[in-house]
């Protein structure tokens, strides 16, 4: 694969992890994930009776936090563009009121102002577009509200660096290979390569119109969760 993949590519990539996603997600992270998205839901401020969208929502995992969280009064839609996570979404929360739909993130089929908050967990990392997207979300989000963006982040102390980069290189992409997925996990280090410092990131979505950004540095800075409010 190039360096900077093509959304097809990418899309496709995601299709074929899609079986195998969820495991290894709780494996790879110790189970840590959901609290880092369990975070991401807090600082987005859902509450009981929002509408919320959880952006390229994969096999649903904020999405099904968030509904929890907005209750019964509420209203959670989840948005990608791989079919296969989104089938997978769909048969693992079928009790819960959120609406699945297969579109592309640079492209929201929403109004304006639509939104009361916004998730997006490993998903700006691979969007083609990061400006682009950030506007797309702040587009969507209603005036005072809050996205609450979770993605890998680079730590700034050089061996916590080098552990992250180890834990990439011996322990993620091997066990992924063991699924048969080397090449589609092998492609997280690159996009970090090239993805945006914390404050790299502030100053594109102050850029893209929102009003307020920060980047909160998580787990030992090996994450970061940007909250950027409209
Ligand atoms: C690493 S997964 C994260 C899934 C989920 N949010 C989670 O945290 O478990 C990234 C997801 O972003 C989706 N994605 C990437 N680019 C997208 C785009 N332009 N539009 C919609 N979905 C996109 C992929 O299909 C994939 O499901």
Same mark, same amino acid.
């Given at each position: 694969?190039?360096?900077?993949?093509?959304?097809?590519?990418?899309?496709? /990539?995601? %299709?074929?992890? +899609?079986? $195998?996603?969820?495991?290894?997600?709780?494996?790879?992270?110790?189970?840590?994930?959901?609290?880092? #998205? &369990?975070?991401?839901? $807090?600082?987005?401020?859902?509450?009981?009776?929002?509408?919320?969208?959880?952006?390229?929502?994969?096999?649903?995992?904020? +999405?099904?936090?968030?509904?929890?969280?907005?209750?019964?009064?509420? #209203?959670?839609?989840?948005?990608?563009?791989? !079919? &296969?996570?989104?089938? /997978?979404?769909?048969?693992?929360?079928?009790?819960?009121?959120?609406?699945?739909?297969?579109?592309?993130?640079?492209?929201?089929?929403?109004?304006?102002?639509?939104?009361?908050?916004?998730?997006?967990?490993?998903?700006? !990392?691979?969007?083609?577009?990061?400006?682009?997207?950030? #506007?797309?979300?702040?587009?969507?989000? $209603?005036?005072?509200?809050?996205? +609450?963006?979770?993605?890998?982040?680079?730590? &700034?102390?050089?061996?916590?660096?080098?552990?992250?980069?180890?834990?990439?290189?011996?322990?993620?992409?091997?066990?992924?290979?063991?699924?048969?997925?080397?090449?589609?996990?092998?492609?997280?280090?690159?996009?970090? %390569?090239?993805?945006?410092?914390?404050?790299?990131?502030?100053?594109?979505?102050?850029?893209?119109?929102?009003?307020?950004?920060?980047?909160?540095?998580?787990?030992?800075?090996?994450?970061?969760?940007?909250?950027?409010?409209?």
């Amino acid at each position: 694969m190039s360096s900077s993949p093509q959304p097809q590519e990418i899309q496709a /990539i995601f %299709d074929r992890i +899609a079986p $195998k996603y969820d495991q290894l997600n709780n494996g790879l992270s110790l189970g840590l994930h959901w609290i880092w #998205k &369990q975070m991401a839901v $807090k600082w987005s401020e859902a509450r009981p009776g929002s509408i919320c969208l959880d952006l390229c929502c994969g096999s649903g995992d904020v +999405a099904q936090l968030l509904a929890r969280q907005v209750g019964t009064t509420g #209203k959670v839609y989840g948005v990608d563009f791989s !079919r &296969q996570q989104l089938a /997978i979404a769909q048969a693992r929360a079928p009790h819960l009121p959120i609406t699945w739909i297969e579109g592309d993130a640079l492209h929201l089929p929403f109004a304006d102002q639509h939104f009361d908050a916004l998730t997006m967990s490993y998903g700006l !990392r691979n969007v083609v577009d990061i400006s682009a997207s950030l #506007k797309e979300i702040r587009r969507v989000l $209603k005036p005072g509200a809050k996205a +609450a963006i979770l993605d890998f982040n680079r730590p &700034q102390n050089s061996q916590l660096r080098a552990f992250q980069q180890g834990y990439l290189d011996y322990f993620v992409v091997p066990t992924a290979q063991r699924l048969g997925l080397r090449e589609e996990y092998a492609y997280i280090s690159p996009s970090l %390569d090239r993805f945006p410092t914390g404050s790299e990131q502030v100053d594109l979505a102050l850029q893209a119109g929102f009003e307020q950004a920060v980047h909160y540095a998580i787990a030992v800075g090996m994450m970061g969760v940007l909250v950027a409010q409209t």
